[in-house]
Antibody, heavy 121, light 107 residues
């Protein structure tokens, strides 16, 4: 059974940093692109970032470029999101998601339950 | 970026009803369209990809259709567990984008 479990969320002041983690199990992690998708309170879904199987390619939504970094550790079956220079508008539930296609389809077939990031003073 | 719109934004229905939700893309996206179901406090669940292909384990009461810019999701024989918010997502053109969601609630 595919499982994705996020952690690392919390309350942080504007301008601060936070590192999210996602523990993956139930599939061969190194075969798949992975992604982060977020959902602001009461709002819809927004893709944030994706990463290739070997970490050689990273892709970001414009609003987080230069501030967020997606990375992975295939030996530990783990995905990360380093978030710097956080803003109030980054407040959201952050989901870890598996990309369905080995070529990077941007269709996400499995999702974790999310970790909440709140940016507030 | 491709803008996705959904209609209606919400719909009230009864158990046993058939409900259809539409999704429109601002540009053609071939059949690169997915549908997700989200219940309060839960992660999104994939229902349909490639506009009409059922994700493994999803019951056949969910059906998708469309191509290009206009798509629809039909839910037949609504059950209590189907009351949720449904999102469409295009993955044809980078960056991937989601619709605003359609809430199906109990009449």
């Amino acid at each position: 059974e595919v499982q994705l479990v996020e952690s690392g969320g919390g309350l942080v002041q504007p301008g601060g940093s936070l590192r999210l983690s996602c523990a993956a199990s139930g599939f061969t992690f190194s075969y798949y692109w992975m992604a982060w998708v977020r959902q602001a309170p009461g709002e819809g879904l927004e893709w944030v970032a994706s990463i290739k199987q070997d970490g050689s390619g990273e892709y970001y939504v414009d609003s987080v470029k230069g501030r967020f970094t997606i990375s992975r550790d295939n030996a530990r079956n783990a995905l990360f999101l380093q978030m710097n220079s956080l803003r109030a508008e980054d407040t959201a539930l952050y989901y870890c998601a598996r990309d369905w296609g080995v070529w990077g389809s941007y269709y996400f077939d499995y999702w974790g339950r999310g970790t909440l990031v709140t940016v507030s003073s | 970026d491709i803008q996705m719109t959904q209609s209606p934004s919400s719909v009230s229905a009864s158990v046993g009803d058939r409900v259809t939700i539409t999704c429109r893309a601002s540009q053609g996206i071939r059949n690169s369209l997915a549908w997700f179901q989200q219940k309060p406090g839960q992660a999104p669940k994939s229902l349909i990809y490639a506009a009409s292909s059922l994700q493994s384990g999803v019951p056949s009461k969910f059906g998708g259709s469309g191509s290009g810019t206009d798509f629809s999701l039909t839910i037949s024989g609504l059950q209590p567990e189907d009351f949720a918010t449904y999102y469409c997502q295009q993955y044809n053109t980078y960056p991937p984008t989601f619709g605003p969601g359609t809430t199906v609630d109990i009449k």
